[in-house]
């Protein structure tokens, strides 16, 4: 209908979707990008994770383009994944004029204490249980931690406010959600932390 020429797809599943488009009538060159170490995030032998892999080794070679987030990520679709279509390494990128002239805004928030910002979305593989845990251990300092559950799903949220509270933290740490401007908490805070198990390319620390 649109005459598109080319479906340029990012992440997992919208990559089988784009895929599978392509077996079905979309004769638009299709490009997918892979954000992730998926032998890390899938690496549980539940039963997603065993779909997830085998539809990764069957349909990524069928892409006309595949674009690696780093080498890293290149290395893991090539070792683990047996896939040997040419990658290309495509690494993510940042806008520092944005984040400088962003960081500049005002920020309601007291860092009158010694501030330790983490920024990633909650979940198992971003760690922060440990970030929180080690908060006992600096007595005098305090802990944002910026971003939100993915797909709403508050379970780890909750849990992670239990932690919280039992380690009488409540005035120590905090948790922000997520922020349309983070810069501003970045530029005010006195140290970035980051505890994730894996990453493909840690764009949260470029940032900060």
């Known amino acids: ?52 892999k085998y539809l990764i080794r069957m349909l990524y ?10 080498k890293g990520v290149k290395e893991d679709l090539t070792n683990n994944f047996k896939i040997k279509k040419n990658i290309k390494v495509v ?26 910002i ?3 979305r909650l979940d198992e593989g971003k760690n922060h249980r440990l970030i929180i845990n080690s908060m006992k251990d600096f007595p005098n300092a305090q802990l944002i931690i910026i971003g ?24 120590r740490v905090f948790l922000l959600g997520y922020q349309k401007n983070p810069y501003k908490y970045l530029k005010s805070s006195d140290c970035f932390v980051f505890a994730s198990n894996y990453e493909s390319f840690g764009i949260s620390i470029i940032e900060a």
């Open 1 to 52: 209908k649109h005459q598109i020429t080319k479906s340029i797809s990012f992440l997992t599943r919208p990559n089988f979707i784009a895929i599978i488009s392509k077996k079905i009538g979309n004769q638009a060159e299709v490009v997918i990008s892979e954000h992730s170490l998926v032998s890390k995030q899938y690496s549980k032998t539940n039963m997603q994770s065993i779909i997830v």
């Open 61 to 70: 070679p069928l892409a006309d383009n595949l674009i690696a987030v780093s």
């Open 148 to 171: 939100e559950s993915p797909l709403g799903d508050d379970k780890l949220k909750q849990q992670l406010k239990e932690q919280i509270n039992f380690l009488n933290l409540e005035s």
């Open 118 to 120: 983490t920024i990633g």
């Open 91 to 116: 690494y993510n990128f940042i806008d520092v004029e944005d984040i400088e002239e962003k960081s500049n805004d005002k920020c309601e928030f007291d860092f009158s204490s010694f501030t330790f």
